[in-house]
């Protein structure tokens, strides 16, 4: 059983025994020769008492924080026995927060349970609140001494009610209690201090944990790298059409990569990519095919486990239209594959035409580069028709304005696509996928519903790259000048433009006054975003607002502004990815008012 699962049984039962107490300080009330025991007895419930109130205090503190919503709390401490004590991101947050402390904490809650179960069973009383026979009886001798019943009994008898007399005082004595009594007490004192402890540890454990992401970071940016080399660069396409094969990248903010406690428990990294076959150059469609799959990189040896068909709990999908709660939902639990032969493969397109159980990889791509980094790749469950269509994030900003038919970018959809798309900033620039200029127009959402007033557009893509694609883009990292302003990094002041988009739900273009217009039309951007970033924080806050100016005025304290320093890219992800991951959970409802 889980640490939150005893937390919750131990809950549940402190008001039980304590109800246990009082039933039995009812039931001798009357008895006037006995108050001694009565008093005792009430003692003993209200020590029980007090110590329920103690736990009921630490456990509320330790919840904090593990238990985002004030209503969760509020339903968490009303039902101690419900099910959702037995929510499996409880149990790892709070494992998180007790890190080495975890057994001793479940020992000693263990310890404190049996304690309780066993006042109850000596009270009649189990563990559900239901009176046994025990108990019953008891009180049936309650109500006989009462009615003088000792006092009628034949003096043959005087033995039998000197035994029930002995039986009911030791039932009512305090010692029987005492040490299940000083039981609880040195473990609601050791919860205690275990929970203040490592409340008191947690801010420097997470600093200490601020640095983990880089490591994590350094593994995405590599496997991205050699995506590329792979797709584009490589020798993956072999066949006559191969000029006419196109990917494109699917963004994704990788919580759950970048900020795993430790490598044993961070999942595995997964890419999706989104490929594409163009028709003939005079052909007035843009595409004929497409496929979307799934690649799991490795260093090793061993056989990724399979995709699932199955759904995923996604927090970071988008859904443009009238509910916001329908996120379309993509793979992620899975039962593990077994280790099983998978060839090389020689030609992605030939491959991509065969068919493949998508719980087994197609095979797997080597990086012409480094021949040990592998790329598994698995068909997907993405479904996308031959007549879907694509469009860009600036197209989407443009129809959510006043005067069009088209459903608005909901203030939740915009937050989730800026922390997507800042944490993609981190884990692609300087990876060829990113060009150093890019814009909205160079995000696309691919429609993948046929209801026409609706369309789910899940994931951001980034702009298709042809396939056998001679060079590569890289970014520029040199300091640039828009008019007297100094851009020390393209890519994180491309990042301060489209978060202003998203902010007000509009392009740039469809903001500009006359005032910023100008010959160049980057300082004309940089006019209206240096305009706009003041009621930027009106709009969406401080959080919001202080990682646009950082992205556009970039005042970090580092001389190499390049992608691979980790001294930018610890700044970037706690300045900029940080904050607006925060509002978004904030903004969802999951994170209690402090």
Not at 152 to 168: A, N
Request: proline share 4%.
């Amino acid at each position: 059983m889980s640490g939150f699962e005893v937390a919750g049984i131990a809950l549940a039962v402190f008001p039980i025994l304590v109800d246990g107490l009082v039933r039995f300080v009812d039931g001798v009330q009357t008895i006037k020769h006995w108050r001694r025991y009565r008093a005792r007895h009430q003692e003993c419930a209200d020590i029980m008492g007090t110590q329920g109130v103690y736990y009921q205090d630490t456990l509320e503190q330790l919840l904090t924080d593990i238990v985002q919503s004030e209503d969760e709390i509020t339903d968490l401490m009303a039902q101690p026995k419900g099910a959702i004590w037995k929510r499996p991101e409880y149990e790892e947050k709070l494992r998180q927060r007790l890190g080495r402390s975890y057994e001793v904490y479940l020992h000693t809650s263990n310890k404190m349970v049996k304690a309780l179960c066993t006042m109850c069973e000596k009270l009649g009383v189990d563990t559900s609140g239901k009176v046994g026979t025990k108990s019953r009886s008891i009180r049936q001798r309650h109500r006989r001494l009462n009615m003088g019943v000792f006092q009628q009994v034949l003096p043959d008898d005087s033995s039998r009610v000197e035994r029930e007399m002995k039986r009911i005082k030791v039932t009512l004595s305090k010692n029987i209690h005492k040490e299940a009594l000083d039981m609880i007490d040195k473990a609601n004192k050791d919860l205690r201090d275990i929970t203040h402890q490592n409340i008191y540890l947690e801010p420097h454990r997470k600093k200490r944990r601020s640095r983990r992401p880089l490591a994590e970071l350094k593994l995405v940016r590599k496997h991205a790298t050699s995506l590329y080399h792979v797709f584009i660069t490589g020798k993956a396409w072999k066949c006559s059409c191969k000029m006419l094969h196109m990917a494109s990248l699917r963004l994704e903010s990788r919580p759950e990569v970048l900020e795993a406690v430790n490598a044993d428990t961070a999942p595995k990294m997964r890419f999706r990519i989104l490929l594409s076959t163009i028709q003939e150059r005079d052909s007035p469609r843009t595409t004929s095919q497409w496929q979307e799959v799934e690649v799991i990189p490795s260093l090793d040896k061993k056989v990724p486990d399979a995709i699932s068909v199955g759904p995923q709990i996604s927090t970071r999908g988008v859904r443009f239209g009238t509910d916001a709660a329908s996120i379309p939902t993509a793979s992620s639990s899975q039962e593990p594959a077994t280790e099983y032969d998978c060839g090389l493969i020689h030609d992605m397109c030939s491959t991509l035409c065969a068919r493949h159980d998508s719980k087994k990889p197609m095979g797997f791509l080597v990086d012409e580069e480094d021949d040990t980094h592998k790329h598994y790749v698995y068909r997907a469950n993405t479904t996308i028709g031959p007549e879907s269509r694509s469009k860009s994030l600036g197209d989407l900003l443009s129809c959510s304005g006043h005067g069009s038919s088209s459903a608005p970018l909901l203030r939740s959809d915009r937050l989730r696509i800026a922390v997507t798309l800042a944490s993609s900033v981190l884990q692609l620039d300087g990876t060829s996928w990113l060009k150093s200029q890019w814009r909205s127009k160079d995000i696309f959402f691919h429609e993948k519903s046929n209801d026409a007033s609706h369309p789910s557009y899940p994931y951001p893509y980034l702009t298709w790259k042809l396939c056998m694609t001679d060079s590569n883009i890289s970014g520029s990292f040199d300091s640039l000048f828009c008019g007297t302003f100094m851009i020390r990094s393209e890519v994180l002041y491309a990042l301060g433009l489209t978060l202003i988009e998203l902010c007000f739900g509009k392009t740039l273009t469809e903001m500009h006054v006359p005032e910023d217009g100008d010959a160049n039309e980057s300082t004309t951007e940089l006019k209206t975003a240096h305009r706009l970033c003041s009621s930027v924080y009106s709009e969406m806050g401080t959080r919001y607002g202080d990682a646009v100016w950082r992205c556009l005025y970039q005042p970090f304290d580092v001389r190499d502004m390049s992608p691979d320093n980790e001294q930018l890219q610890q700044k970037v992800f706690d300045d900029i990815v940080t904050p607006l991951s925060d509002d978004l959970t904030n903004f969802n409802g999951r994170s209690r008012i402090k």
